[in-house]
């Protein structure tokens, strides 16, 4: 499975579900609004915790156990699960994206859209 989290806070700047500037541009807001929902909804505090400190904070997994008073295997295991839940739930709404993108160029370049 792509690790959508490492592209969408990564320092890489390359597409998450095409290659043009568009489809980046495109997913990375559907992304950033979807996002938050799975990590009020889904993932625990902890968890939360952990990813916001490692993807916002830039901490390593060291730090992350000495600032929440946890042993760093504890925060590994966070944050595998954590990623996991959010690339699962993300994943989804990047297939359901694609599709959309797909479904509007084909309208787009059809004689029905009146446009040609």
Not at 30 to 37: D, E, G, K, R, T
């Amino acid at each position: 499975m792509t690790d959508i989290i490492e592209t969408f806070y990564g320092a890489e700047d390359k597409a998450l579900t095409g290659t043009d500037a568009d489809t980046q541009k495109i997913s990375r807001r559907a992304i950033s609004s979807v996002l938050p929902l799975i990590l009020k909804n889904d993932l625990t505090e902890r968890q939360r915790m952990c990813l916001k400190l490692r993807y916002t904070d830039n901490l390593n997994q060291t730090e992350i156990a000495r600032r929440l008073r946890i042993s760093q295997p504890t925060v590994c295991r966070h944050l595998t699960t954590a990623k996991d839940i959010v690339n699962n739930r993300l994943s989804y709404c990047l297939v359901v994206l694609n599709r959309a993108n797909r479904l509007w160029l084909d309208l787009e370049n059809s004689d029905d859209f009146g446009v040609k």
